[in-house]
């Protein structure tokens, strides 16, 4: 049963997603233009924010100011 329903649960969020990735895609590509070819190859958002993500922790900026 909950093998069952993750799986559903996943599929419908992925939907909700993928109405979304192409302008976030896009955002992303224009934002951090190092990595064009990372974002190209992950199709999923979570990938995307995981990725926006990492490279915000890893700032310089935030380093300075901790």
Known sequence: MIHTSNHILRGKKERKHKHLSHSTKKRLMVKYK?????????????????????????????????
Do not use: D, M, W, Y
Request: net charge positive.
């Open 34 to 66: 190092r990595e064009k070819t990372q974002i190209a190859k992950s199709s999923s958002t979570s990938a995307l924010k995981r990725l926006v993500h990492g490279r915000r922790r890893n700032s310089p900026n935030r380093r300075e100011r901790g």
